[in-house]
C-alpha cells in the first residue's frame, strides 16, 4: 500500500492525489502555521467577545455535547474556567459508552459545577440505527472521509439532541469538542440560520429517519420547531481555535478528577462501538475513519508520522469488538481488516 511520504493517508483515501516526491494533494494545500494562527486568534476574539456579553444574561449559555472524553472534557473546562459561561452538558447514551466515561462525566461535572442531562434511546433502535448506517450505506461516501457510518450516524442523533434542547430553551450558544482535523477552521463559530439549519440537519436527519423511523422523532429537531424560533444559536467548536495539545490536554482534565479508560481504542477516550465501527469502515471502504483527523495533526506538528501510524493501528481488544459486534447483532467475520492496509 502506498501512503503519503508527509503525512499518513493512504492510496486509498477518497480523492487523494500524489505529486513526484510522494506528497499528497491535502499536504500540498495546507495552511502555513502563520496563517492559521492568525485565523485562530481571530476566533479566539471573537469567541471572548460574545461570551462576555453572554455573561450579563440569566439562564444557560451553551449547550455542549458532552461524551466525557478528552477533547468534550477540555471543551467544558475552555468554556467554564476561561470563559466563564454556564453550560448544560448533554450526554448521548448510545448504549456502548465505557463505565469509566460515565464516572468521568459525573465527576468532572460535579468539580466544574455544571448542569448534566443524559439522554437514553432503546438500544434496540440504536442498533437498529447502526448496524443500518453499515448495510444500507445511507451516508454519501463523501461524507464517510472524517468517520464512520456508525459515528455518523451516533453523531448526527447527538446534533439532533443537542439543537433540539438549545432552541426549546432558548440557549444561546451550541458547542462541540471536535479536536482540530474532526472539523475545519471554517466552522469554528458561525451563527446558525433558519436556511442553513433546514438544509445541515435534512442532510443529517433523512438518513436518521430512514433508518430508526417514528420511533427517533422524540430525539429530532421537527419542522414545527424551527418555524417556532425566532432567534437561533451560534454554533462553536473551541478547539478548533484553541492550541491543541494532547499532552496538556490529559494533565488538565486529570486535575479535574477525569481518568482515562482501558477498555477503549487507540482513537477514542469515551466508547466501546467505536473499535467496531474502525474495523467495519476499514473492512468496506479501505481506509480508516481517523486516517482524516489524524494526518492533520501531523502536518500541524501536533503528532509525528509515526505516532500517526500507531495511533491508526491500535484498534482496541479483539475481544470487546466481538462482544459489541454480538451485541449489535452482526457476523463478527465482518470485523476482519488490516487497520494499516499493509504497510
Known amino acids: 500500500m502506498t501512503y503519503c511520504s508527509r ?65 468534550s472534557t477540555y471543551t467544558l473546562w475552555l468554556l467554564r474556567t476561561c470563559y466563564h459561561l454556564r453550560v448544560l452538558a448533554i ?44 448495510s444500507r450505506g445511507v451516508f454519501p461516501r463523501k ?56 438544509s445541515m440537519y435534512g442532510a443529517r436527519t433523512d438518513p436518521l429517519k430512514d433508518l430508526g423511523g417514528p420511533e427517533l422523532d422524540p430525539y429530532l429537531v421537527s419542522d414545527d420547531l424551527f418555524d417556532q424560533v425566532r432567534t437561533y444559536p451560534y454554533s462553536v467548536n473551541p478547539l478548533a481555535f484553541h492550541p491543541y495539545d494532547e499532552d496538556a490536554i490529559r494533565a488538565q482534565i486529570q486535575v479535574l478528577g477525569w481518568t482515562p479508560p482501558d477498555d477503549t481504542d487507540g482513537n477514542s477516550t469515551n466508547c466501546l462501538l467505536n473499535g467496531v465501527a474502525i474495523r467495519l469502515h476499514l473492512a468496506q471502504h479501505g481506509f480508516h475513519p481517523y486516517a482524516f483527523e489524524v494526518a492533520e495533526h501531523v502536518r500541524s506538528g501536533l503528532i509525528t508520522r509515526d505516532e500517526g501510524f500507531r495511533s491508526l493501528g491500535e484498534l482496541g ?21 488490516n487497520p494499516l492496509n499493509g504497510r
Open 143 to 198: 461524507s464517510l472521509v472524517r468517520a464512520s457510518p456508525i459515528c455518523s450516524s451516533c453523531m448526527a442523533l447527538t446534533k439532533n439532541i443537542v439543537l433540539r434542547i438549545a432552541l426549546e430553551r432558548c440557549v444561546p450558544v451550541v458547542a462541540y469538542g471536535w479536536s482540530p482535523g474532526q472539523a475545519p477552521l471554517s466552522a469554528a463559530l458561525f451563527r446558525l440560520n433558519p436556511a442553513m439549519l433546514r
Open 317 to 337: 481488544s479483539p475481544g470487546l469488538a466481538t462482544q459489541v459486534a454480538a451485541r449489535l447483532g452482526i457476523d463478527e467475520t465482518m470485523l476482519q481488516c
Open 91 to 134: 450526554t448521548l447514551d448510545n448504549g456502548y459508552v465505557s463505565p469509566r466515561s460515565f464516572e468521568n462525566i459525573r465527576t468532572v461535572c460535579e468539580t466544574l459545577d455544571v448542569d448534566a442531562l443524559t439522554i437514553k434511546p432503546p438500544l434496540s433502535m440504536l442498533n437498529t440505527v447502526f448496524v443500518g448506517s453499515v
Open 7 to 71: 503525512c499518513i493517508l493512504p492510496a486509498t483515501f477518497p480523492g487523494i492525489r500524489f505529486d513526484e516526491t510522494g506528497v499528497c494533494n491535502f499536504c500540498l494545500a495546507h495552511k502555513s502555521a502563520q496563517e492559521t494562527e492568525q485565523k485562530r486568534s481571530k476566533l479566539r476574539e471573537t469567541f471572548a467577545e460574545l461570551s462576555q456579553s453572554l455573561r450579563a444574561s440569566d439562564g444557560i449559555h451553551v449547550v455542549l455535547a458532552y461524551s466525557g472524553g478528552k477533547d
